[in-house]
């Protein structure tokens, strides 16, 4: 099946600084969702993002499906990031189950 | 977007007796949902797919008797775990994908089962 590798598996940053999570996938996919979850264990969607790059405030993602790579950019960060980034992929469209990464734990400090 | 909603959010139950989890569709029609575990500080582990009114397909290893899933209607999937014991205490997370564009997954809040 399909193996979604996350970097680097732990991150400690101070408040304000940027930071980039890497996930690396081993076959093409037509799915590509990146969660934060939360302290509470709540995963919260912050991009589907199959190809291409999106923004959605202090974050943006890319996907570059041909290099099988999507980077999760957090710029000015905030101790509300602290939690874990999970990559997940699915070969088809919707229909079949994520795979999940390992995450990446991220805890911004003050 | 679409909103997924799980019911209990936290459960306590003895060993031996059986939970209902409730996965809920709130304003879409959900063609597919899924069923995930996840043990502290580890990824997320598929269970099974459920779709509308067809037999759930579980994953290797995982028990199907043990792990009722109803998907009855295209809004409500149900996970009930039976004669649950401690090793069945985790983290149980549903997702559900309404069989359009864009083909995005939505999760759950996600329900906290611990047996004693």
């Known amino acids: 099946g399909i193996q979604v590798e996350q970097s680097p598996p732990d991150l400690i940053l101070q408040e304000g600084a940027n930071s980039t999570l890497r996930c690396n996938f081993s076959?093409?996919?037509?799915?590509l969702q990146w969660f934060h979850q939360n302290p509470w264990g709540q995963l919260i969607n912050l991009f589907y993002?199959?190809?291409g790059t999106k923004q959605n405030g202090r974050l943006s993602a890319t996907t570059v499906a041909t290099e099988r790579y999507s980077l999760l950019y957090i710029s000015s960060s905030q101790t509300t990031d602290s939690g874990v980034y999970f990559c997940?992929?699915?070969?088809?469209?919707?229909?079949?189950?994520?795979?999940f990464g390992k995450g990446t734990r991220l805890s911004v400090i003050a | 977007g679409a909103v997924v909603s799980q019911h209990p959010s936290r459960v306590i139950c003895k060993s031996g007796t059986s939970v209902k989890i409730e996965c809920r569709s709130l304003?879409?029609?959900?063609?597919?949902m899924f069923w995930y575990r996840q043990f502290p500080k580890q990824s997320l582990m598929l269970m099974a797919t459920?779709?509308?009114?067809?037999?759930?397909?579980?994953e290797q290893g995982v028990e199907k008797d043990k792990f009722l899933i109803n998907h009855a209607s295209l809004t409500l999937s149900t996970l009930t775990v039976t004669s649950a014991h401690p090793e069945d205490s985790s983290f149980y997370i549903c997702?559900?994908?309404?069989?359009?564009?864009?083909?995005?997954?939505?999760f759950g809040p996600g329900t906290r089962l611990t047996v004693t």
């Open positions: 997702s559900a994908f309404a069989g359009t564009v864009p083909y995005e997954q939505y």
């Open positions: 304003d879409f029609q959900a063609t597919t």
């Open positions: 076959d093409s996919v037509n799915n």
């Open positions: 993002i199959p190809s």
């Open positions: 997940a992929v699915e070969r088809n469209s919707g229909n079949t189950p994520l795979v």
């Open positions: 459920s779709n509308e009114g067809s037999k759930a397909t579980y």
